[in-house]
């Protein structure tokens, strides 16, 4: 009888907590754009010497994400792009601002790989996914007869991603997209313990590369 109502306690607390997931858009448009089919994009983010905190798993999985997603422009990855552009586009010599991009464009031997290779916008990511709070707490132990898990622990997350679109051409911003997800994640044990993650990260990356699609779409 007690473990029944410690079960119905856990799935209370469960229902609780993860109805608390949210996720939230938003869109800026700053100057016409467009997209032809066959034109190359790339995805960038600020160097860690500016401060950005991105993950690189999260821009691998905006980068595989737009891949699966679409076949009318062409995205070049990341790192193919570095070692394309080799040396000028290592973290300390990347643009990381639109208003690097004029010198960066200066360079002619950028300029000409720049060409050869087709692209037409960098696809600028800042962001990251933080702890906001934790709470509750899980005592096992362990002895001749087994042992066990109890306790009720659990942590809200946020991850917050923003797309910036640099157009190589107008050498600015022709706008931005971002996504934003919150979500809670829960261990209740009742001797084993049973982890149901929120991912907010994976979340995040699949509502991000939607909404750049869905900007690409109206161009």
Request: charged share 15%.
């Amino acid at each position: 009888m007690t473990q029944n109502l410690v079960f119905i306690f856990f799935l209370s607390m469960f229902s609780i907590l993860t109805g608390c997931t949210t996720t939230r858009l938003e869109e800026q448009t700053n100057l016409p754009f467009e997209i032809l089919e066959g034109e190359s994009l790339v995805i960038t983010s600020n160097s860690y010497h500016a401060g950005n905190e991105t993950e690189n798993d999260f821009l691998q999985c905006i980068n595989n994400s737009l891949a699966n997603k679409q076949k009318t422009f062409n995205l070049i990855p990341t790192q193919e792009f570095i070692n394309q552009l080799y040396p000028w586009f290592e973290p300390r010599t990347a643009p990381q601002t639109t208003e690097d991009l004029a010198s960066f464009l200066g360079n002619d031997l950028v300029r000409q790989k720049i060409e050869m290779l087709d692209v037409k916008y960098f696809l600028n990511i800042s962001g990251q996914t933080k702890t906001n709070s934790s709470s509750g707490s899980l005592a096992c132990a362990a002895g001749p007869g087994g042992g066990g898990c109890f306790g009720l622990a659990w942590w809200d997350d946020t991850s917050s991603y923003t797309a910036s679109i640099w157009d190589l051409e107008q050498e600015s911003s022709v706008g931005n997209v971002s996504a934003s997800v919150s979500g809670t994640s829960v261990i209740p044990a009742l001797v084993i313990p049973i982890p149901i993650i929120a991912r907010t990260q994976k979340t995040a990356c699949e509502e991000l590369s939607d909404q750049i699609l869905d900007f690409f779409s109206r161009s």
